[in-house]
């Protein structure tokens, strides 16, 4: 199984802007899709955004759709996420994952290998 190490996360102002990072171990990365995932406080891990095995294909919640940008550089191993506009609501545990498939999806059952989590905290 792949091992996948997310970064970037802290705190930030409403209307800041993060960066978050997901290095994968392994060299069959550039082959799956990659997604992100968030969890709140007594919420449900939920759906961020899903990008596919080249990076052309990307999709998002609708609630981060416009803020956020998911991206993957094959040559690093790394998928990010970069996060504008942020709200109080954004703030959440994100988690990266590994898709069983080629074209990443927005179903947590589909990602079979998935990161420790990285704390992203948005407030004034």
């Known amino acids: 199984q792949v091992q996948l190490v997310e970064s970037g996360g802290g705190w930030m102002q409403p209307g800041g802007s993060l960066r978050l990072s997901c290095a994968a171990s392994g060299r069959t990365f550039s082959s799956y899709g990659m997604g992100w995932f968030r969890q709140a406080p007594g919420e449900e891990r939920e759906f961020v955004a899903t990008?596919?095995?080249?990076?052309?294909?990307?999709y998002y919640a609708d609630s981060v759709r416009g803020r956020f940008t998911i991206s993957r550089d094959n040559a690093k191993n790394t998928v990010y996420l970069q996060m504008n506009s942020l709200k109080p609501e954004d703030t959440a545990v994100y988690y990266c994952?590994?898709?069983?498939?080629?074209?990443?999806?927005?179903?947590?059952?589909?990602?079979?290998?998935w990161g420790q989590g990285t704390q992203v905290t948005v407030s004034s």
């Open positions: 994952a590994r898709a069983t498939n080629p074209i990443g999806s927005i179903w947590s059952h589909e990602y079979d290998s």
């Open positions: 990008i596919n095995w080249s990076g052309k294909n990307t």
